[in-house]
Nanobody, 121 residues
């Protein structure tokens, strides 16, 4: 069984910063691409940032130069440093990972439970 556990959400004023963490635990072989998604109220879930196992990253345009995704492969963890936060960054942030379980060649997708980020004055 594989679990992704997020932490680090909260309430912050516009212009402030928050840092999110997500760690994978359980029985698996390797963690490949890790992603952060977010879902604002009444909106569809959207991909915010991703990082592959080699450290190559990509971001949606609205968070470029404000958010930084990073990972620690030894700890099977991914992080999202969010600076210069805006009210439109409010939402539930979800960690996502593509994981090999070791008994076949497939990659399985797992999700965290989500952590609330609220940007408000």
């Amino acid at each position: 069984q594989v679990h992704l556990v997020e932490s680090g959400g909260g309430l912050v004023q516009p212009g402030g910063s928050l840092s999110l963490s997500c760690a994978a635990s359980g029985n698996f072989a390797n963690v490949f691409t890790m992603k952060w998604y977010r879902q604002a109220p009444g909106m569809e879930r959207e991909l915010v940032a991703l990082i592959d196992r080699g450290g190559v990253t990509d971001y949606i345009d609205s968070v470029k130069d404000r958010f930084t995704i990073s990972r620690d492969n030894d700890k099977n963890s991914v992080f999202l440093q969010m600076n210069s936060l805006r009210t439109e960054d409010t939402g539930v942030y979800y960690c996502n990972a593509e994981i090999s379980l070791g008994w076949d060649f497939r990659l399985y997708e797992f999700w965290g439970q989500g952590t609330q980020v609220t940007v408000s004055s």
